[in-house]
């Protein structure tokens, strides 16, 4: 079972600075099934990045995902106050199938 | 436009049964499998596991069997999730989900959250 460890923890950042995101997975993956969620509390997580690097519908360009193999980085290019949240990387396996997710990167404002 | 809403928040005590439940909407419901997502209180999400709307057949993520039920009523568009002999470590949100494209999970429910106490 594939397992995914996310960095750091916690990262403490200032408005308009650039957060970087880590995601590793124990053994290589696909990128086709990496994705990455942001979760703001008292809400359901959001779709940001699906294929490790593709946006979704309505996710600023601010955010990018890139990586393959067992490495994955999301990286916001400028914090906005609204992008201060809690962000998870998941990998589905297509050959079980099951949805596995790390145990999340928690940005907050410094 | 694509909706999934979850019934209400549930206090139970151990022991108990509950069932909560997960209506779709703005789309054909048995095109996509709904899978369930539990975020205990102030935890990560863990995914639970799925249920094909297609066939019926549930599909149980390891520490999910047993006391885990995925269901369906297609006729109401309907998923449900039924926990037996709940314990107060059940106590967390339960999110409904199902993608938009293979390998992620877009469109979500509101959250049910379950608390379990006596």
Same mark, same amino acid.
């Given at each position: %079972?594939?397992?995914?460890?996310? +960095?750091?923890?916690? /990262?403490? /950042? +200032?408005?308009? %600075?650039?957060?970087?995101?880590?995601?590793?997975?124990?053994?290589?993956? +696909?990128?086709?099934?990496?994705?990455w969620y942001q979760q703001k509390p008292g809400q359901a997580p959001r779709l940001l990045v699906y294929g490790a690097s593709s946006r979704a519908t309505g996710i600023p360009d601010r955010f990018s995902g890139s990586g393959s193999g067992t490495d994955f980085t999301l990286?916001?290019?400028? /914090? %906005?106050?609204?992008?201060?949240?809690?962000?998870?990387?998941?990998?589905? +396996?297509?050959?079980?199938?099951?949805?596995?997710?790390?145990?999340?990167?928690?940005?907050?404002?410094? | 436009?694509?909706?999934?809403?979850?019934?209400?928040?549930?206090?139970?005590?151990?022991?108990?049964?509950?069932? $909560?439940? @997960?209506?779709?909407?703005?789309?054909?419901?048995?095109?996509?499998?709904?899978?369930?997502?539990?975020?205990?209180?102030?935890?990560?999400?863990?995914?639970?596991?799925? $249920?094909?709307?297609?066939?019926?057949?549930?599909?149980?993520?390891?520490?999910?069997?047993?006391?885990?039920?995925?269901?369906?009523?297609?006729?109401?568009?309907?998923?449900?999730?039924? $926990?037996?002999?709940?314990?107060?470590?059940?106590?967390?949100?339960?999110? @409904?989900?199902?993608?938009?494209?293979?390998?992620?999970?877009?469109?979500?429910?509101?959250?049910?959250?379950?608390?379990?106490?006596?």
């Amino acid at each position: %079972e594939i397992v995914l460890t996310q +960095s750091p923890g916690t /990262l403490s /950042l +200032s408005p308009g %600075e650039r957060a970087t995101l880590s995601c590793r997975a124990s053994q290589s993956v +696909s990128s086709t099934y990496l994705a990455w969620y942001q979760q703001k509390p008292g809400q359901a997580p959001r779709l940001l990045v699906y294929g490790a690097s593709s946006r979704a519908t309505g996710i600023p360009d601010r955010f990018s995902g890139s990586g393959s193999g067992t490495d994955f980085t999301l990286t916001i290019s400028r /914090l %906005e106050p609204e992008d201060f949240a809690v962000y998870y990387c998941q990998h589905y +396996s297509p050959s079980r199938p099951s949805f596995t997710f790390g145990g999340g990167t928690k940005v907050e404002i410094k | 436009q694509v909706q999934l809403v979850q019934s209400g928040f549930e206090l139970k005590k151990p022991g108990a049964s509950v069932k $909560i439940s @997960c209506k779709a909407s703005g789309y054909t419901f048995t095109d996509y499998a709904v899978s369930w997502v539990r975020q205990a209180p102030g935890q990560g999400l863990e995914w639970m596991g799925r $249920i094909s709307t297609n066939t019926g057949n549930p599909a149980y993520a390891q520490g999910f069997t047993g006391r885990f039920v995925f269901s369906l009523d297609t006729s109401v568009s309907t998923a449900y999730l039924q $926990i037996s002999s709940v314990k107060t470590e059940d106590t967390a949100m339960y999110y @409904c989900a199902r993608k938009l494209v293979s390998g992620s999970l877009y469109y979500w429910g509101q959250g049910t959250l379950l608390t379990v106490s006596s």
